[in-house]
Nanobody
Framework: QVQLVESGGGLVQAGGSLRLSCTTS????????MGWYRQAPGKQRELVAT???????NYVDSVKGRFTISRDNAKNTVYLQMNSLKPEDTAVYYC???????????????WGQGTQVTVSS
């Protein structure tokens, strides 16, 4: 059962823009950390950006100033606006959610199926 549904990937030229979207249920989304990871061919999956339930942002250095993560709490959706794309941004992008399940802080992690982003030079 797919619980995180991504959209928005595609092919773009260097310098272009794309916006990724990820929608999930309120149970997973509400008040929890949402984010995006990516995995390029032959490389490990890496964090791109996260946003907490309170709006705290975190970005990997390589995307700072170019990517913006945001969330729409009414739509249970997280976005990744990607500007000034570079060929090295080419990867499969995965939506991520961490749902805290008890007061001790135990959590469950959820992953989307991934969406391909390809940036041509």
């Amino acid at each position: 059962q797919v619980q995180l549904v991504e959209s928005g990937g595609g092919l773009v030229q260097a310098g272009g823009s794309l916006r990724l979207s990820c929608t999930t249920s309120g149970r997973i989304f509400s008040g929890n950390v949402m984010g995006w990871y990516r995995q390029a061919p032959g490389k490990q999956r890496e964090l791109v950006a996260t946003i907490s339930g309170g709006g705290t942002l975190n970005y990997v250095d390589s995307v700072k100033g170019r990517f913006t993560i945001s969330r729409d709490n009414a739509k249970n959706t997280v976005y990744l606006q990607m500007n000034s794309l570079k060929p090295e941004d080419t990867a499969v992008y995965y939506c991520y959610a961490r749902r805290v399940v008890n007061v001790e802080g135990a959590a469950l992690d959820y992953w989307g199926q991934g969406t391909q982003v390809t940036v041509s030079s």
